[in-house]
């Protein structure tokens, strides 16, 4: 509705004018990500280049740079770029030590013409989730109510984000699919849309992506409910399974999903202000963030 | 010695007591007249027969006759009836009578300035005493209240601009003085420029005051002079984006204007979407818009108050006004309903387009928009001591699309009301007692056929709207010479309604009543008291507190708002001046930034969100220069935010959500700069150059990863040049020339791979990007004549001359061609207006 009466002064408009505007000199810079999950014994580092934004060639990726990466002040190297037996491209950097709940990895980026990059991030621990039940209140409309409890140390500040995806078959064989969650708790922030329901009016949170923190908690337990409503109804699918993803996040994952997210609600809207990506890269920019990510199945 | 010593003192005091006894009984003799009405040199002449030498300053004696019922009077009683026994003493020196002004008394002289023939009270007209170098002005019911030194002769010039200034001699036999202007606002050679002098002699500094011809004389936007596009040409008020009546000052954001029309708060004060503002400038008498040193009375916003004050209604004869223009048409009249006791002003406008173009539409397709607005004031007088003021104001805007089955309507409009008691408890002693109601309210409808029935199956209806109940109780005190006392007492009842949304889907019709936010009542108490303390000739202050406790729901807040200003002037000509202010806000405009829209959304302060706040100081000086044909105001500014909030990343855009959930708070601002005013008011080139520099920044823990930034309309340079040019009573030209930097904002500067090896895009800084900046010329062409029946004016001219295309908005698109586009609003725009007074 206010896109409809924002659209409404622009109907006044007299007239475009389409130009190369001169942007702010944005020097190129260095990009490092990883993101790091408990468990993964491959690990992924990314180094690229920016490039401008008014030209439509994909950002470079740097395959002569220098990766130096430790591991609880241990360092482990060196960090080559991945060969293809790793299935990845040779652009990106490969390293198979395993990754422990509560390790600290710091990664130092170096290339020549840059300043070194530098950042740091921890594995948290795996989610504690208890008492999972999945109530079918409408089998016609595929509406379930999930609850589950999750367990938190309060003794600082931790970091989650919920997910529900259905694993589908049809005769391209099985996907998985994001469920749309809604839910009355307003301690709950919910991102991403499903474009179904995009203009619908929204009551109570709903999104694809459920991100909080134990702030919010009371006490060192929490009741998390959910509506889901599948959006894939008849068309030829069938929904074998329903699983529950949850995360425990370091904060540069947590900011770093949530930005990207809140990126994307912006990105068509010339109205709204644009969502910088986070980064907690010194020195340049990207993300090297830990995770947990623990995986219910709930039928 | 001694003893002869005592004998004599003793001797001495014994007479003195029998000349006292003897006096006294001099002033008991008796003198017959007869009963009937005396004029006052008559009754002197009665007393000369009776044998008695009379000498008195003539300004003692009383100017009325006296009314005498009996046939004998003692000597004394005749004399308290000529000369007021509070400021006169009576010596006798045998049958010598000598008629003194009392020694160390003060007197206090008050009254009602009108413009002659109306009756229109005039609100802000000087009045100087040069003996003494004392002044004040009238209030905004047109009283003024002044108190002096018994013992001096004094003339007092009333001055206001576009009225002939009049000097009278006050004389103690006569403390009530009622002045009446006579209105030369066409004759402006000889209007008087004692009017801007005052400016150099008031402590209230970062003020700006216009009277309907000067909005007038504003070449306007299509033609239609507007109140509040006329405020963007003032020093640091800037405009939020172009066409739009949306003024910001001095750094703040639209929201913390104060807006008041007649006493009362106006919430939404735009038409179609801040291209127009709710003021039909005819049935405007004038404007004032205080941007700091805010007076002790005023409190609820944080960066100006803006008080619009409409005509009252002559009370002599009718008379009317309109205008036919391109867009909208007006029409005004007013007059007395019984002579010198009742008069009335009625007002209207309306667009006509709708009613122009819809016979043409195809069958079954409707389509209509319009605005209106209606204003009526009522006014009696009960007496000189008594007066009532009845005023109302209804606005609306409509628009509607439909298209069987579909339609889509939207509607929003103000409606206020106020009911003032004005009573006069003696010369010193001036109150207002004002019942007041305000609300702004929107409504949109929509209902759409699925298609899958030929009916409408999906319905929805959506209010907002914001009302406030009140009454309001202000008094002036005129304490004394050097003390001159204003206080009182406030109370408003907020109902706020964020968002209902009544919804019916599907074709089970099911009903579904959501409320999107809760209602919210509050209750917004405050009193306050300030004191005028003219320390001597030079040096004055104005001292105030506004204390504010404000209720809603389980929260509550209270605060002590502390206000100061002073004034030093240096010589006649010029003056220093300096201010501090701080003030609270308890309600808040969830607003678009880059446009205004009826949607934007008023809510109260809560448990969750906490009062904004702010305080400024300014330093400044005026001056009057060559011979007073310039007015100079010049100002440096500081003002601090506290408490700001802003809508989340990337927040809901739909009308229907838990507004608490969709923002920031606990945001932190400055602002800071300097402003110039240079003003000329007399002679056939009038008009001013008003200049600003200015930086105006925020801070929040969630944006810009707690970095500062510039906020959207930090603007560095801000130039406005509007003159008129009188060639002859029935030619003039007009013109503005406007410049001013680009707004701020956010754009896109580079490409990367995110984590998950998608193409990103990396923005600036928040705000640092600067928009390209903005200028356009306006002139108009303006034919005055007087007629038989009143007068008309022709006008034709052009908004935005020289067709620049300033950058209504810049955005960048995600597709290969990576251009920016620039959407431009309004190219040059000729327009025409007929107006006629009759």
């Known amino acids: 509705m206010r896109k409809l009466l924002l659209a409404i002064p622009v109907l006044f408009v007299s007239c475009t004018k389409s130009f190369k505007e001169e942007l702010p000199n944005a020097p190129d810079q260095l990009v490092l990500n990883s993101l790091l999950n408990a468990g993964d014994s491959l690990n992924i580092i990314s180094l690229s280049k920016t490039n401008s934004f008014l030209t439509s060639n994909r950002p470079p990726l740097l395959a002569d740079g220098f990766i130096e990466w430790s591991i ?27 990754l422990r709940e509560g390790d600290i990895i710091e990664v130092k980026a170096n290339y020549p013409g840059f300043e070194e990059l530098y950042a740091r991030t921890q594995i948290p621990d795996s989610p504690q989730i208890e008492n999972i039940r999945l109530e079918n209140s409408d089998p016609f409309m595929a509406t379930h109510t999930l609850y589950f409890d999750i367990q938190s140390d309060t003794r600082k500040k931790e970091y989650f984000i919920v997910e529900v995806f259905s694993q589908t078959t049809n005769f391209f064989g099985q996907s998985l699919h994001e469920v749309q969650l809604t839910t009355k708790d307003v301690t709950l922030e919910m991102l991403g849309v499903s474009s179904e329901l995009i203009d619908l009016p929204i009551d109570d949170p709903i999104g694809l992506k459920c991100f909080f923190t134990n702030e919010l908690f009371n006490g060192s337990s929490k009741t998390i409910q959910f509506s889901l409503t599948q959006t894939v109804i008849g068309g030829g699918f069938s929904v074998d399974k329903l699983f529950l993803f949850v995360t425990k996040c370091s904060p540069s994952y947590y900011e770093y999903q949530r930005s990207k997210l809140l990126n994307r609600l912006t990105d068509s809207n010339p109205f709204k202000i644009p969502v910088q990506y986070h980064s907690n890269v010194k020195n340049g920019i990207g993300v090297i963030a830990g995770y947990n990510l623990k995986i219910e199945a709930l039928n | 010695m001694k003893s002869f010593l005592k004998t004599l003192a003793l001797l001495g005091f014994i007479a003195a007591q029998a000349q006292l006894v003897a006096q006294v009984n001099l002033l008991q ?19 000369e027969d009776s044998g008695f030498r009379l000498s008195y300053p003539s300004a003692l004696l009383t100017k009325d006759n006296l009314e005498l019922k009996y046939s004998t009077y003692s000597l004394e009683t005749l004399l308290q009836k000529l000369f007021n026994p509070e400021y006169s003493k009576i010596i006798l020196r045998g049958k010598k009578i000598l008629v003194a002004y009392k020694d160390g008394i003060s007197i206090t002289y008050s009254g009602y300035v009108e413009e002659k023939g109306s009756g229109e009270r005039l609100i802000g007209v000087n009045i100087y005493l040069k003996e003494l170098k004392q002044g004040t002005v009238t209030n905004e019911y047109g009283f003024y209240s002044i108190t002096v030194p018994l013992n001096t002769t004094l003339v007092a010039e009333f001055s206001f601009i576009g009225y002939a200034t009049q000097k009278l001699s006050l004389e103690p036999a006569q403390t009530k003085v009622d002045v009446s202007l006579q209105n030369i606002s066409v004759k402006l050679e000889e209007a008087t420029v004692s009017a801007e002098k005052m400016v150099i002699r008031q402590t209230q500094m970062s003020q700006v005051k216009l009277n309907q011809q000067q909005l007038e004389d504003i070449p306007a936007f299509f033609g239609e002079a507007d109140v509040l596009k006329a405020m963007h040409f003032l020093p640091g008020v800037q405009m939020a984006s172009e066409g739009n009546t949306n003024f910001l000052v001095r750094g703040g954001s639209a929201d913390q204007n104060l807006i008041l029309l007649d006493g009362v708060p106006v919430y939404n004060a735009s038409h179609l979407f801040g291209f127009f503002s709710v003021f039909n400038s005819d049935a405007v008498k004038n404007v004032e818009l205080t941007k700091g040193g805010f007076p002790a009375r005023f409190g609820g916003r944080l960066s100006s108050v803006l008080e619009v004050n409409m005509k009252e209604g002559d009370m002599q004869e009718y008379h009317g006004s309109g205008g036919i223009g391109l867009l909208s048409s007006d029409f005004t009249l007013e007059g007395p309903i019984v002579k010198n006791k009742t008069s009335f002003m009625v007002s209207g406008r309306r667009t006509y387009s709708d009613l122009l173009y819809r016979p043409f539409l195809s069958g079954g397709v409707d389509f209509i928009y319009y605005f209106g607005d209606l204003n009526l004031k009522l006014n009696h007088k009960f007496s000189r001591k008594d007066r009532l003021y009845l005023s109302f104001y209804q606005g609306r805007d409509k628009i509607k699309y439909e298209e069987n089955p579909n339609r889509f309507g939207f509607s929003w409009g103000n409606y206020t009301g106020v009911l003032r008691w004005n009573h006069l408890f003696n010369d010193r002693l001036f109150s207002n007692l004002s019942f007041f109601y305000t609300r702004y309210k929107l409504a949109v409808e929509t209902a759409f056929s699925s298609g899958i029935a030929l009916d409408v199956d999906q319905e929805s209806t959506y209010f907002s709207s914001i009302q406030d109940m009140g009454i309001r109780y202000d008094f002036e005190y005129n304490l004394s010479r050097k003390h001159n006392i204003e206080f009182g007492l406030n109370y408003t009842f907020h109902d706020f309604k964020p968002g209902i949304l009544n919804q019916t889907i599907g074709i089970e019709n099911i009903d579904a009543v959501l409320d999107v936010s809760p209602s919210i009542y509050s209750h917004d108490i405050f009193a306050y008291l300030q004191d005028e303390w003219q320390l001597n000739e030079r040096f004055s202050v104005n001292m105030g507190l506004h204390g504010a406790s404000y209720f809603s729901g389980a929260s509550s807040y209270n605060s002590l708002q502390p206000r100061f200003s002073a004034l030093y002037q240096l010589t006649d000509t010029w003056s220093l001046k300096t201010s501090a202010a701080s003030m609270q806000q308890f309600i808040h405009l969830l607003a678009n930034p880059g446009t205004s829209l009826p949607t934007d959304i008023w809510v109260s302060s809560s448990e969750r969100v906490a009062p904004q706040e702010s305080w400024q100081i300014a330093f400044g000086t005026a001056a009057n220069l060559f011979n007073n044909k310039l007015e100079l105001q010049s100002e440096v500014y500081y003002k601090g ?23 920031l708070t606990g945001g932190i601002g400055n602002a800071y700069g300097l402003e110039l005013l240079v003003r000329k008011s007399s002679g056939k080139l009038t008009g001013w150059l ?61 490409n990367f791979i995110d ?11 928040r705000n640092a990007y600067v928009y ?13 004549k007087k007629t038989s029946w009143g007068r008309r004016v022709i006008s034709f001219g052009a908004y935005n001359i020289y067709n620049r295309q300033n950058p209504f908005f810049v955005y960048f698109t995600n597709v290969a061609s990576r251009n920016a586009t620039q959407l431009s609003l309004f190219p040059v725009l000729p327009y025409f207006t007929y107006q006629f007074q009759f």
Do not use: M
């Not at chain 2, 008796?30 to 008559?42: A, F, H, L, Q, W």
């Not at chain 2, 970095?707 to 030619?731: A, M, Q």
């Not at chain 2, 984590?755 to 800084?765: I, S, W």
């Open chain 1, 72 to 98: 609880n002040g241990a360092p482990f190297g060196p960090i080559t770029p991945c060969d293809s037996s790793q299935g990845e491209p040779y652009a990106h950097y490969c390293n198979t030590q395993a």
């Open chain 2, 29 to 47: 003799q008796t003198i017959e007249v007869r009963p009937g009405s005396y004029k006052p040199d008559e009754l002197i002449q009665k007393i």
């Open chain 2, 641 to 663: 935010f506290s408490n700001l909030i802003d809508y989340k990343a990337a927040a809901s855009s739909a009308i229907a959500s838990n507004w608490e959930d969709q923002i």
């Open chain 2, 690 to 750: 008003a200049y600003g520099l200015g930086w105006s920044n925020r801070q929040f823990d969630e944006i810009n990863d707690g970095e500062w930034y510039p906020f959207t309309y930090d603007r560095r340079h801000d130039l406005k040049i509007s003159f008129k040019y009188r060639f002859s009573p029935r030619f003039d030209i007009g013109a503005n020339w406007v410049y001013s930097t680009g707004r701020r904002g956010t754009i896109p500067i580079s």
């Open chain 2, 755 to 765: 984590a998950d090896g998608q193409v990103a895009t990396l923005f600036t800084d």
């Open chain 2, 772 to 784: 390209p900046s903005y200028h356009r010329l306006d002139i108009s062409f303006n034919f005055p």
